[in-house]
C-alpha cells in the first residue's frame, strides 16, 4: 500500500464558500457539481503529490476513476481515508464535497 498522500504546495488551493458552492449547484442544475469536481482535481494535482487526470471528473462513465482519485489525493486535506471519501461521493455525495471543500479552504487560509 503506497503512503497518504501529502500537501506540497499549500498555493495550489483556494478558498470556496460552500454556501456560494450550494447556490450555484441549484440554480445550474448540477452543472456547477461537474466544474466543482474538475476544478478540485486540478487543485489537488497542483497541490499534492497525487497524479490525477482531471478531465476524467467529468466525463460520463469514466467519471468514476476520477472521482476515486479526487477521493484518495483529498486524504492530504482532510482527516478522512480515501475509500471513505469515495464511499460517501457514491452514497451521499454532499457529505463528501463538504469535507473535502472544508480541506482545502484549511489548507488555503494556513
Same mark, same amino acid.
Given at each position: 500500500?503506497?503512503?497518504?498522500?501529502?500537501?506540497? /504546495? +499549500?498555493?495550489?488551493?483556494?478558498?470556496?464558500?460552500?454556501? &456560494?458552492? !450550494?447556490?450555484?449547484? =441549484?440554480?445550474?442544475?448540477?452543472?456547477?457539481?461537474?466544474?466543482?469536481?474538475?476544478?478540485?482535481?486540478?487543485?489537488? /494535482? +497542483?497541490?499534492?503529490?497525487?497524479?490525477?487526470?482531471?478531465? &476524467?471528473? !467529468?466525463?460520463?462513465? =469514466?467519471?468514476?476513476?476520477?472521482?476515486?482519485?479526487?477521493?484518495?489525493?483529498?486524504?492530504?486535506?482532510?482527516?478522512?481515508?480515501?475509500?471513505?471519501?469515495?464511499?460517501?461521493?457514491?452514497?451521499?455525495?454532499?457529505?463528501?464535497?463538504?469535507?473535502?471543500?472544508?480541506?482545502?479552504?484549511?489548507?488555503?487560509?494556513?
Amino acid at each position: 500500500m503506497s503512503a497518504s498522500p501529502q500537501v506540497t /504546495d +499549500a498555493t495550489a488551493f483556494e478558498d470556496g464558500s460552500l454556501g &456560494l458552492q !450550494v447556490v450555484l449547484f =441549484v440554480v445550474t442544475g448540477t452543472l456547477y457539481g461537474l466544474y466543482w469536481l474538475y476544478k478540485t482535481a486540478k487543485q489537488l /494535482d +497542483a497541490g499534492t503529490d497525487q497524479n490525477l487526470t482531471p478531465i &476524467l471528473a !467529468v466525463i460520463p462513465l =469514466v467519471n468514476i476513476i476520477g472521482i476515486w482519485q479526487i477521493s484518495n489525493a483529498a486524504e492530504a486535506v482532510t482527516d478522512q481515508s480515501g475509500v471513505v471519501l469515495f464511499l460517501l461521493f457514491v452514497v451521499f455525495g454532499p457529505i463528501s464535497w463538504f469535507l473535502i471543500q472544508s480541506g482545502i479552504n484549511d489548507v488555503a487560509t494556513n
